[in-house]
């Protein structure tokens, strides 16, 4: 299994497990929300075949776009298909964020910022989900999914308002899943892309034709954006950074009111600076004028 591979084989789990959730929830389905939900489902087929390419992602882009322009003109989902389609986008987007991060997959930085941004976007649908009402015996409607996420986000920007002027932070509803198998799925997945990391600095190593950017066939293949050639140097930088991030951690759950920011914004920053620097100092390393 080659370093793309295993990036998402160990990533894609987390994903599954939140649209299993939203399906599991005892929901009144419409043809509207089960039309939007298959829309959206439309991308897997880049995992399948490479014949159409990104042209997968144009029907699910051109519905979120056309939807949010409606948002943004009326202020607001309103009546009738609105709930329906927000419905149908909550409940797809884990399934999206499965298919792009596929389709980036080869690359490894990209697949940082892409598996940081997936588990944002599961983070907001499972907490949509776990605000929602105790079910009727008819089912939720789509109307209540739509409240929820209002609700929350109307919360979070309160909360990042306190924030920014300094003062308490209530409660943000997006800052933790309340999910212990989230959590452990999420880690699988960040485990997933360090241990990619290290397959392709080990390959590079033991190649040097690998680590000139040579092409083979099979699982040994480097693609456009071969993993970081991590390096002993590099190795010490990844400690640096992972060190770093302990350090947010600790202080977020000592002084949340002053440290988080930091874990929210200093943290992501420092390991793609590592991971920008580590494969700028393999490129160098591998370059015939060095």
Same mark, same amino acid.
Do not use: K
């Given at each position: 299994?080659?370093?793309?591979? =295993?990036? @998402?084989?160990?990533?894609?789990?987390?994903?599954?497990?939140?649209?299993?959730?939203?399906?599991?929830? *005892?929901?009144?389905?419409?043809?509207?929300?089960?039309?939007?939900?298959?829309?959206?489902?439309?991308?897997?087929?880049?995992?399948?075949?490479?014949?159409?390419?990104? @042209? @997968?992602?144009?029907?699910?882009?051109?519905?979120?776009?056309?939807?949010?322009?409606?948002? +943004?003109?009326?202020?607001?989902? +309103?009546?009738?298909?609105?709930?329906?389609?927000?419905?149908?986008?909550?409940?797809?987007?884990?399934? =999206?964020?499965?298919?792009?991060?596929?389709?980036?997959?080869?690359?490894?930085?990209?697949?940082?910022?892409?598996?940081?941004?997936?588990?944002?976007?599961?983070?907001?649908?499972?907490?949509?989900?776990?605000?929602?009402?105790?079910?009727?015996?008819?089912?939720?409607?789509?109307?209540? @999914?739509?409240?929820?996420?209002?609700? =929350?986000?109307?919360?979070?920007?309160?909360?990042?308002?306190?924030?920014?002027?300094?003062?308490?932070?209530?409660?943000?509803?997006?800052?933790?899943?309340?999910?212990?198998?989230?959590?452990?799925?999420?880690?699988?997945?960040?485990?997933?892309?360090?241990?990619?990391? =290290?397959? +392709?600095?080990?390959?590079?190593?033991?190649?040097?034709?690998?680590?000139?950017?040579?092409?083979?066939?099979?699982?040994?293949?480097?693609?456009?954006?071969?993993?970081?050639?991590?390096?002993?140097?590099?190795?010490?930088?990844?400690?640096?950074?992972?060190?770093?991030?302990?350090?947010?951690?600790?202080?977020?759950?000592?002084?949340?009111?002053?440290?988080?920011? +930091?874990?929210?914004?200093?943290?992501?920053?420092?390991?793609?600076?590592?991971?920008?620097?580590?494969?700028?100092?393999?490129? *160098?390393?591998?370059?015939?004028?060095?």
């Amino acid at each position: 299994m080659n370093g793309a591979t =295993l990036r @998402w084989a160990l990533a894609a789990p987390v994903s599954l497990y939140v649209f299993a959730v939203v399906l599991g929830t *005892h929901t009144a389905w419409t043809p509207t929300s089960v039309a939007t939900l298959v829309v959206l489902t439309l991308p897997l087929g880049v995992l399948v075949t490479d014949r159409l390419g990104d @042209w @997968w992602f144009v029907p699910p882009a051109l519905l979120l776009a056309g939807f949010l322009a409606l948002v +943004g003109i009326s202020g607001g989902v +309103g009546d009738g298909l609105g709930p329906q389609v927000l419905l149908g986008v909550l409940a797809g987007a884990p399934i =999206l964020v499965i298919a792009s991060y596929g389709r980036v997959r080869v690359s490894s930085t990209a697949s940082l910022g892409a598996l940081l941004a997936g588990l944002a976007v599961d983070a907001v649908v499972l907490a949509v989900q776990r605000g929602l009402p105790t079910a009727p015996a008819t089912g939720l409607a789509a109307d209540a @999914w739509s409240n929820v996420l209002f609700q =929350l986000v109307g919360q979070q920007a309160v909360s990042l308002r306190a924030l920014a002027i300094g003062q308490s932070i209530p409660p943000a509803p997006f800052g933790a899943t309340g999910d212990a198998v989230f959590d452990a799925l999420a880690v699988l997945g960040l485990f997933g892309l360090l241990a990619s990391w =290290l397959d +392709g600095a080990a390959r590079s190593t033991a190649s040097p034709s690998l680590a000139r950017g040579a092409t083979g066939r099979g699982s040994d293949r480097i693609p456009l954006f071969p993993p970081p050639s991590v390096g002993r140097s590099g190795a010490r930088s990844l400690v640096v950074a992972v060190g770093a991030v302990l350090v947010f951690e600790v202080a977020g759950a000592l002084s949340p009111a002053d440290a988080v920011l +930091g874990v929210a914004a200093l943290a992501p920053i420092v390991v793609g600076a590592v991971v920008l620097l580590s494969r700028e100092r393999g490129r *160098h390393a591998a370059s015939p004028l060095q």
